[in-house]
């Protein structure tokens, strides 16, 4: 029987998305003690400014006003430590 190993399964997946024009980005490079931090600490999952820049792109006839507000929302509930399965 063939043992499946989580960091083949990990190459494998990242080479799918990859093969969609997904940028991966290695953890630590983005990390908060790194040279170009993306979140505050470990245990931030959203990159806001990713959101940010990605619903603009996606949602560009939507005033910016109402995705900054979209943006806020989904911070709160961040904060507030709700689960996203609950959504």
Do not use: C
């Amino acid at each position: 029987m063939t043992k499946i190993i989580k960091s083949e399964i990990e190459k494998y997946s990242i080479q799918l998305l990859e093969k969609q024009d997904y940028k991966y980005i290695y953890a630590p490079s983005i990390a908060p003690d790194s040279e170009n931090p993306e979140r505050e600490s470990f245990e931030d999952v959203i990159l806001t400014e990713r959101l940010k820049t990605a619903a603009g792109r996606i949602n560009s006839s939507i005033p910016a006003d109402i995705r900054e507000d979209a943006s806020k929302q989904i911070q709160r509930l961040k904060q507030s430590g709700h689960s996203w399965k609950h959504l």
